[in-house]
């Protein structure tokens, strides 16, 4: 089985910047924790983050081409305002899961809207980095 993590923009800055929302780890603690949980799970993961719109619609759309069985994904900002996410994901007709470290249902309004929402089966928010690797269990949950 094979699962993508994709992250979005400004994840990069884990830990350097917001610890109070966002907490005190790095993106570099983030990709261990997830590299960690995969093989104790038997899965293949690939972990990726851009800050651009674009290089995340082509790497929905590489998995694609290179068989993924599943998606994690934080699209960051976009989340709030990426029809071209939501179409990327709608056409590969991958499974995808939807994460966010914080709590947005507690936030402001604007991130209230989820686009990707509207394809994800489903949701995950204000786990910490905690809500990846349990993104990665509903995933692994529905594809055996
Ligand atoms: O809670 C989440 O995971 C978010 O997807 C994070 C996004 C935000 O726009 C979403 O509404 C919720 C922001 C990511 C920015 O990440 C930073 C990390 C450290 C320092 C500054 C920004």
């Known amino acids: 089985m094979k699962i993508l993590v994709i992250n979005g923009p400004n994840l990069n800055f884990l830990g350097i ?15 261990a924790l997830l590299e960690n949980a995969a093989k104790e799970r038997n899965v293949d993961i690939e972990i990726f983050q851009s800050n651009h719109e674009g290089e995340l619609v082509e790497k929905i759309q590489w998995a694609y081409f290179h068989k993924v069985d599943g998606i994690v994904i934080n699209p960051a900002a976009y989340t709030h305002t990426s029809v071209a996410i939501l179409d990327a994901l709608k056409a590969v007709n991958i499974p995808a899961v939807e994460v966010h470290i914080s709590d947005v249902d507690s936030r402001e309004d604007f991130r209230q809207i989820s686009y990707v929402g509207k394809y994800c089966f489903k949701r995950i928010a204000g786990e910490g980095f905690d809500g990846y690797v349990h993104a990665m269990d509903v995933l692994i949950d529905k594809l055996k």
């Open 17 to 31: 910047r917001e610890p109070d929302i966002y907490g005190k780890n790095t993106y570099r603690d983030l990709c």
